[in-house]
């Protein structure tokens, strides 16, 4: 065992490096991974948002950016929903009990799914959180963005706008 010990940060090094690396990162036109995952009232399925637009967001109870990103994906939700997209947040937390009281302070009105066991952003290499992706009605990834800072919500919201074929 000790030397399976002294094997551990060699791995971790090589694990991250192979997940870490460009060229393996999702580019746009690279079609969704599938989404498989228990939601708040069900399953969570991306098939089931084909023809929408999705604007996919990977977050944890932990992260700070991603309270003030609830709000701003609320009200996209709410201003853009009629014409075709669906908000979806992915919660990476490993206990979700710690999301649902994360839920109770910050309220999120679109689609909750829960990945405690972080299948899914290794799926779609996510670096850091939040990290979110415009996923168009193709099922083909868009844009991708990393964070979240009030200063990028009106590029966000024009790259959800020319998704959903608006052209504003």
């Not at 460009?22 to 023809?51: K, Q």
Request: net charge positive.
């Amino acid at each position: 065992m000790p030397f399976v010990r002294k094997l551990r940060p060699l791995y971790a090094l090589l694990v991250s490096t192979v997940l870490l690396s460009p060229a393996w990162a999702l580019t746009p036109g690279t079609a969704a991974p599938a989404i498989d995952l228990p939601g708040r009232t069900g399953t969570v399925s991306l098939d089931a948002y084909r023809n929408k637009v999705v604007y996919l967001d990977f977050w944890a109870s932990w992260c700070g950016p991603c309270k003030h990103s609830f709000p701003w994906m609320n009200a996209m939700q709410a201003k853009y929903g009629a014409r075709g997209l669906q908000v979806v947040s992915i919660n990476l937390d490993a206990n979700t009990a710690d999301a649902r009281r994360f839920l109770q302070e910050v309220p999120a009105h679109f689609v909750v799914a829960f990945d405690a066991d972080g299948k899914t952003p290794r799926q779609y290499q996510v670096r850091g959180m939040p990290t979110s992706l415009i996923i168009g009605r193709d099922g083909r990834i868009v844009a991708e963005h990393m964070g979240f800072n009030e200063r990028d919500t009106a590029a966000l919201e024009q790259k959800i706008q020319a998704a959903l074929g608006d052209g504003k």
